[in-house]
């Protein structure tokens, strides 16, 4: 049986969610940036805005140069997570497995449904009149047999509302365009294959498995496949694990270690109030840096055992940080994650933890209790 | 080298060695069993590099020699050959005939140069106990020590030999078995011997044998009979347990173990995957067992039980709890407890042995 893997792909999906909230922003240049410093970034661009320059990645101060007009809002990102999950609502009835991609993006199987539903063609179409109709948000449709190709499909041939890549059509499909259109293909890939002139993902088809090899190492192999349209991934719905998220931009960019060491130091509190409050403890934690030339660096390790304790998640965070922002370049952002674990409940140890560790909880929930009371600043950290 | 031996022998011998054979290997040789025709009978031995184990079972011996076999041919041939004599016959260093009624085979080995050397373990000045003794220790202790590679120390079983007394002590760093027996004579050692080498010495020596126990430097042997039993001993200081084991636990509970255990199946049924966490809520004459697991569901189940102290509610990774309470001897065991938090120590209640017998478990905090 032929797989139908179907991909959604809202178009500027928080702008559009804005502009459904709010309707006098519809046709003009929208930005989405955190506010309280023209040195934050822009997080998100409505197709006016990108008319006029503005990049996503781009400084607040800069995009305003390019486009004086610019209408800057804070995002609100649950708003987006809220429009998400009413998007996946409307894709339940007919979309067996989904499998959520980035915020508002989803893969669908629609394997062995024709039956039930008809051609997978008709349910896309009917999938794009019911968002559309039920949330007034405007998207596109991939279809194909497998993931790659249906995303692939439903970025690249946009004024389409949807598009059906037939088995078979895959290489020839996805040959004329360029690598940049195909997941995998991040920035520092295409550098390297621009190097042999492979700049269209039909040049990547057309070299052999080992040939790519040899430039890319061993992740070469998974790109060619994809580049042939060969991707044998299944859509898996997600494990439910949550997340708290918290970052920071910096006012001033900097690259001085004590002063990353205190942010995240604030950042890691604040993650541990969150847990606490929440009963919970943090299985993973995971640090994404912003550069200033709007270069991302990221890392993640587990936390074992599970904790919800600042000092704890600080050092962790200290760590991380340590690996990740090795440039020599001014930082402008920093963020943690801290995903929730699984049971919330720690198995105590015979041997560990010491009893500084019992200490330490005892401290962070005096702490906490202070901070209920006389609020957040009220006391903090001799660092 | 040239012997005739029977089935069974052959059987017996293989069925020794073959436990310490790893089925996977990168060193070819240690797929083999290395066969020494002596003039006290056929030595065969087998060896993953960290339990070597050897035995000697009768043969009549023409010729004297040695070659290695793969072991697990060896031991298909000798299932499937008739009951009747079965002659080996070496012909070179690495090949070998073997004739039994009118079935003919013959095998390629390897020298028995490349076959390593067992370690030297001098047992002039060895322990002496009881298998049975032995037995009793490992197969109520062993099942604590960690499987995990994280704390190397933990995946040993502690052996404490003292002139009165025997103790092994194993552990996971959340559960503990400890047990000591009366012993007489020794000098006192403190051994940390892998699991794996004990369970050896379980399957391989009758209760009622004397096994002579002997240390090199960084080994232990076993001996008894032709049956020998080597293993690299772990290295390391092993954690203070005897600090962990509270002494001010003023709560206490004495359940019927069957009870107990089933009550625990029933509710691990819902119990988280990853934790088993189970709450038992002790006060009165009852524990009541509750399981609340998110996307799942809950159960819930009650015992009558003895209890004195402050009522309590306590987190148990369930599976730690059935394990202990499969390798309590007695009917009735008691638990005693001091706080959520602090570890609980479970005892055989009205075991009527000169051994003495307890176990640890850390709890779970239960954070709602």
């Not at chain 1, 996503?56 to 140069?65: E, K, S, T």
């Not at chain 1, 024709?114 to 349910?123: E, H, Y």
């Not at chain 2, 934790?275 to 809950?298: C, M, N, W």
Request: net charge positive; with cysteine.
């Amino acid at each position: 049986m032929d797989r139908a893997i179907l991909y959604v792909n809202p178009l500027s999906f928080p702008i559009a969610v804005e502009c459904r909230v709010s309707t006098r922003l519809t046709g003009r240049p929208v930005a989405l940036a955190p506010g309280g410093t023209d040195r934050a970034i822009i997080w998100s661009a409505s197709p006016e805005a990108v008319c006029a320059g503005v990049e996503v990645g781009m400084p607040i101060y800069q995009a305003l140069r390019r486009c004086p007009d610019l209408v800057i809002q804070p995002p609100r990102y649950a708003l987006y997570a809220r429009a998400a999950v009413a998007l996946e609502g409307i894709l339940q009835p007919f979309v067996p497995v989904i499998e959520p991609h980035t915020l508002g993006h989803a893969y669908g199987d629609l394997t062995g449904t024709r039956k039930l539903f008809g051609p997978a063609t008709d349910v896309a179409a009917k999938i794009r009149r019911e968002i559309w109709g039920r949330l007034g948000l405007p998207v596109t449709v991939g279809l194909a047999a497998n993931k790659v190709v249906s995303e692939v499909a439903a970025h690249v041939l946009k004024p389409e509302p949807v598009v059906d890549v037939r088995p078979g059509d895959e290489p020839a499909f996805l040959a004329p365009h360029p690598l940049a259109a195909l997941p995998g293909a991040e920035p520092n890939v295409r550098e390297r294959l621009a190097r042999y002139n492979v700049v269209r993902i039909g040049a990547l088809a057309a070299l052999t498995r080992v040939q790519v090899e040899g430039v890319l190492g061993r992740r070469g192999a998974v790109l060619h496949s994809r580049a042939c349209g060969i991707d044998p991934r299944p859509v898996t719905p997600p494990a439910r694990r949550e997340t708290l998220r918290v970052h920071a931009s910096l006012t001033v960019e900097t690259n001085d270690r004590e002063a990353l060491v205190v942010l995240l130091r604030g950042l890691a509190e604040e993650i541990g109030r969150a847990l606490r409050r929440r009963r919970a403890t943090a299985e993973r934690l995971h640090v994404r840096v912003r550069y200033a030339d709007h270069r991302d660096a990221a890392g993640d390790e587990p936390l074992e055992p599970a904790t919800d304790l600042d000092g704890e998640l600080a050092a962790a965070a200290r760590r991380l940080a340590d690996r990740v922002a090795t440039r020599r370049i001014a930082l402008t952002a920093v963020g943690l994650t801290a995903t929730i674990g699984a049971g919330s409940d720690v198995q105590l140890s015979l041997f560990d933890p010491p009893p500084p560790a019992l200490r330490r909880r005892s401290l962070n929930d005096a702490i906490d209790r202070v901070r209920r009371r006389y609020g957040t600043k009220s006391i903090r950290y001799a660092h | 080298m040239k012997f005739t031996i029977t089935r069974e022998q052959l059987q017996e011998g293989l069925a020794a060695v073959a436990a310490a054979i790893p089925a996977k290997t990168t060193l070819p040789v240690l797929s083999n069993v290395l066969l020494e025709a002596t003039k006290n009978g056929i030595r065969l031995s087998g060896t993953d590099l960290d339990i070597a184990v050897s035995t000697t079972v009768a043969a009549d011996v023409d010729a004297e020699g040695a070659v290695t076999l793969p072991a697990k041919k060896l031991v298909d041939i000798a299932r499937e050959l008739p009951p009747a004599p079965i002659r080996f016959t070496g012909a070179g260093e690495q090949r070998v005939s073997i004739e039994c009624g009118r079935a003919k085979f013959k095998l390629l080995g390897l020298p028995k140069e490349e076959f390593p050397s067992f370690p030297t373990v001098k047992f002039d000045k060895a322990w002496k106990a009881a298998a049975g003794v032995v037995h009793k220790l490992v197969g109520h202790v062993a099942f604590a020590a960690s499987t995990e590679e994280s704390r190397p120390i933990l995946n040993g079983v502690l052996w404490e030999l003292r002139p009165d007394r025997m103790r092994m002590v194993a552990t996971n760093g959340h559960r503990l078995a400890k047990m000591d027996v009366p012993a007489s004579g020794g000098s006192t050692a403190d051994l940390i011997v892998p699991p794996k080498a004990l369970e050896q010495v379980r399957r391989l020596y009758a209760g009622d044998a004397e096994v002579e126990i002997a240390k090199s430097e960084n080994h232990i042997g076993f001996r008894s009979g032709g049956k020998l039993v080597f293993s690299r001993l772990i290295e390391g200081p092993y954690p203070n347990y005897e600090q962990v084991i509270p002494r001010e636990n003023d709560k206490a509970a004495t359940v019927d173990k069957a009870a107990m255990a089933a009550a625990l199946r029933r509710m691990s049924v819902v119990a988280s995957d990853q934790t088993h966490r189970i709450r038992l809520a002790f006060s009165g004459g009852t524990v009541k067992f509750s399981v609340q697991t998110p996307d799942l569901g809950e159960a819930q189940d009650e015992l009558p039980v003895t209890y004195e102290g402050e009522p309590l509610e306590i987190g148990f990774n369930a599976m730690y709890l059935l394990e202990i309470l499969k390798y309590m001897p007695t009917d009735e065991v008691r638990f005693t407890f001091k706080a959520p938090e602090r570890a609980a120590t479970i005892e055989p209640v009205g075991w009527n042995d000169p051994a003495s017998y307890m176990a640890l478990v850390m709890p779970l905090r239960l954070v709602d």
